[in-house]
């Protein structure tokens, strides 16, 4: 099972599903990562945390930790 | 009809996800000047307002801070939540003014169904229509608003264009209000998320029906390239390309350095010409005053009481706009959501949030605003945290004092060092910042109690280049409210600390004989000093200055302080009674500090050691009782004020004796 903290830089994978038994999931899906949309991961913060992906139009920075309840098909 | 009460007046209430140009309609609306910054989370609290008169439009305005949905995570999610539900003043708004960014409107419409959905009469804006023309794409109100069955206009919230289309709706929502009373409104409740997906989906499926593409006559093959997804068409490419560079690991720390360096040493060096014309002018005006009013009470008070106590802070002025300007711009480009970033894995390990960035930044500022800012983090201990520490980062009350004694430190004007110099001491700041956060994060039983889920979601908005009016309008803002805080205060105690100076011993009996006159004047008011009021209560104070290597001048001078930092400085210019035959303020507060003995000894008062010692102490001494109040206000709980005032200011006296002594020790006198 891939996660979003999985993909590579420039990476673009369609998201599954999302693990809502992770604390900010509520809102992670608020946000816009929902199953089926795509999403692109465009820039890394030093430490290579949080990570910066682009969907629906902007860039959304996460924490690794929250990524990976994003999970890619 | 219904006899209109008092507080019947209509409440149209904006409401929008964070950044997506609520305040800067509000300001269109209302006629106010509320600060605009490109962050998604710049307002953090309500605000209310009339509508402009010349609209003809009776209604109260309510600007709230941004939420993504109507379920709110952090405090100031919660308030704008509140205020749709619940105003303790102004009830349920009439009519709701949903603000959404066109170039993402899959996103936005999320809360504007769930507003929809909980029974709001709602009138959609859809903002920064000008980024998606700029894309060549547009979108089509009449569609969305038949889709949505609710309002749609487009406005352009960088010239107005679509205001009278606004004003019209409100108009016509608003009679209708008043037919058939205030919407009948429901709270939203989510059990589990697959509402929230299901109407992603359908906001998707909208997107996709009134987004269309303006054919372009050039560019259709590359605009044909972009569509291939419809949902990464808007992205702004040359922001990523940016952002790989400022989010670089090598060189986006050394951007980020080099941003926060340059905007420290600037204050000091471009704040300069405007400087000496401020400090000329009050010299000169302190001169003029006492020559044509000579040797009495009032033109002592007048002189050396108003003209040099508030000039000798007003003198500052100029470097505090500098430094605001800087911040405006930073903040309009976009840069402060990537600071956050970048600097969200380092503070997470001190118990801080990268959200934390922008609270404390804008602490450079002041402090009360960055307090209030903290708002938009989520977990509460991160919160109390940034709270706690926001004292420590150098707002721009201290910028007077750091100034003047740097000005003694560095003489000849050289103002490369200065601005180095005033560098350093900011980034002293921070890091003791960061040290005392993570000390506290460690032993945190004490202070900080709460333990929850901690995160970091956060839009980064396009770069944008920063309109100069949006700057202008911040600056300015900051300014007066700069003003009319620290101006009063200055005001009345600069009369107070003069009066205090000056009595009982008003007219001191000296032996004149063979003295010039300039001597006379200066022996006279040396005696007027002792003699005065404020030398009986200094002796109070002498035993705890003496360990500093300070007397009892320094000491009221810094008791003073506490009602305001500035107060320093003008008490200074009082106390050292600086008037002479110099014609720049500034310079003549310095002849007369570096003069200045301990009384009884004919030891230097200001030497290096004790002014780097000052330096330190208004570095730490949390000396500013607004800032108290909006602590407890905040934080909710008089524990971390309580803890402030004594570590902060205890650290202050501590530290501020270890550096002078320790000076001394080495041979720095
Ligand atoms: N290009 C463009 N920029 C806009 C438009 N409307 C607002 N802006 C800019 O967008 C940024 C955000 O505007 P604000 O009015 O502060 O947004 P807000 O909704 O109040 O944001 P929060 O208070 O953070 O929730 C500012 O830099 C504005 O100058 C628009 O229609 N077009
Ligand atoms: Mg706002």
């Known amino acids: 099972m891939r996660k979003a903290s999985d993909i590579g830089f420039g990476e673009k994978a369609v998201i599954s599903d999302i693990d809502t038994s992770h604390p900010s999931s509520r809102r992670i899906i608020e946000i816009g990562f929902t199953p089926g949309q795509e999403i692109e991961l465009v820039n890394k913060s030093i430490f290579n945390d949080p990570l910066a992906f682009a969907l629906r139009g902007t860039v959304i920075a996460i924490r690794k930790r929250e990524a990976d309840c994003i999970i890619i098909i | 009809m219904i006899t209109q009460t008092a507080h019947s007046t209509p409440l149209v209430t904006l409401v929008g996800p964070p950044n997506s140009g609520k305040t800067t309609l509000f300001n269109y609306l209302s006629g106010k000047h509320y600060k605009t910054v490109n962050y998604p989370g710049s307002t953090v609290d309500y605000s209310v307002s009339k509508m402009q008169d010349k609209f003809n439009i009776n209604a109260n305005l309510l600007d709230s801070p941004g939420i993504i949905s109507l379920i709110p995570a952090s405090p100031d999610e919660e308030v704008s939540v509140h205020s749709l539900y619940k105003h303790p003043k102004y009830g349920n708004p009439d009519l709701i003014i949903a603000t959404a960014d066109s170039t993402q409107l899959s996103r936005h419409l999320l809360l504007v169904r769930q507003l929809l959905e909980s029974g709001f009469r709602v009138i959609v804006v859809l903002t920064m229509s000008d980024l998606l023309n700029k894309r060549n794409f547009d979108v089509s109100t009449k569609r969305l608003s038949e889709l949505l069955n609710c309002d749609v206009i487009k406005l352009d919230g960088r010239n107005g264009t679509g205001l009278d289309k606004l004003l019209n709706l409100i108009e016509i929502n608003l009679n209708n209000s008043l037919l058939s009373g205030k919407p009948d409104t429901t709270e939203y409740k989510l059990d589990n998320s697959s509402p929230l997906i299901n109407m992603f989906r359908e906001s998707e499926e909208i997107e996709k029906e009134v987004i269309f593409r303006v054919a372009s006559t ?49 204050v000091f060096w471009l704040a300069q010409p405007l400087m000496n014309l401020v400090d000329k002018t009050f010299g000169f005006l302190a001169n003029f005053a006492q020559a044509s009013l000579g040797d009495t009470w009032y033109s002592d008070l007048i002189s050396n009481g108003l003209i040099s106590g508030i000039g000798s802070v007003l003198v500052f002025v ?11 711009l930073l903040e309009d480009s976009g840069y402060l959501a990537r600071g956050a970033m970048l600097i969200d894995k380092p503070l997470s390990k001190i118990g801080l949030n990268g959200k934390s960035f922008v609270p404390m930044l804008s602490g450079f500022a002041c402090a009360i605003p960055a307090i209030m800012a903290a708002r938009t983090i989520s977990n509460k201990r991160e919160r109390l945290l940034t709270i706690f520490i926001i004292p420590l980062i150098s707002c721009s009350a201290r910028l007077p004092v750091y100034a003047l004694l740097i000005g003694f430190l560095v003489p000849n004007h050289n103002q490369w060092l200065g601005g180095v110099i005033l560098a350093s001491i900011y980034i002293f700041g921070i890091i003791s910042s960061v040290v005392i ?16 889920n901690s995160s970091f979601i956060l839009e980064l908005p396009s770069y944008r280049m920063p309109k100069l009016s949006v700057v202008i309008n911040n600056t300015v803002t900051n300014a007066e409210q700069y003003i009319k805080r620290a101006g009063p205060t200055i005001l009345a105690l600069s009369i107070a600390i003069w009066m205090l100076s000056y009595f009982p011993n008003n007219n001191p009996k000296i032996e004149a004989k063979g003295l010039s006159s300039e ?26 200055m003496t360990p500093l290597g300070m007397d009892w001048r320094v000491g009221v001078s810094l008791v003073s302080a506490f009602a305001a930092r500035e107060v320093f400085v003008s008490s200074l210019a009082m106390i050292f009674r600086v008037t002479d035959s110099s014609d720049n303020l500034q310079s003549s507060i310095l002849h007369s500090m570096r003069n200045a003995e301990i009384e009884g000894t004919n030891q230097k008062l200001f030497t290096p050691a ?21 602590s407890y206000k905040e934080s909710g709980t008089w524990r971390i004020p309580l803890f402030q005032v004594l570590i902060f200011t205890g650290l202050a006296y501590i530290f501020t004796f270890i550096t002078v002594n320790g000076l001394r020790a080495i041979g720095i006198n």
């Open chain 2, 218 to 266: 050039k560019n259709i093959s590359k605009a044909d390239k972009e569509l291939q997804i419809l949902s990464n068409y808007q992205i702004d490419n040359t922001t990523i390309k940016i952002d790989r560079f400022l989010l670089h690991k090598y060189w986006g720390i050394f951007g980020f350095f080099a941003i926060m360096s340059i905007t420290f040493t600037s």
């Open chain 2, 318 to 328: 100029p470097q505090i706009i500098i430094l605001f300007l800087i911040l405006g």
């Open chain 2, 437 to 452: 956060s993570a000390i506290i994060n460690k032993f945190s039983k004490f202070i900080l109690r709460n333990n929850d």
């Open chain 2, 519 to 544: 001597q006379v004047i200066s022996l006279k008011s040396s005696e007027r000093l002792a003699g005065s009021y404020s030398a009986q209560l200094g002796k109070f104070i002498q035993p705890v």
């Open chain 2, 610 to 630: 004790t002014i780097l010692g000052l330096i330190v102490f208004f570095i730490f001494a949390l000396q500013c009782i607004s800032t108290i109040s909006i």
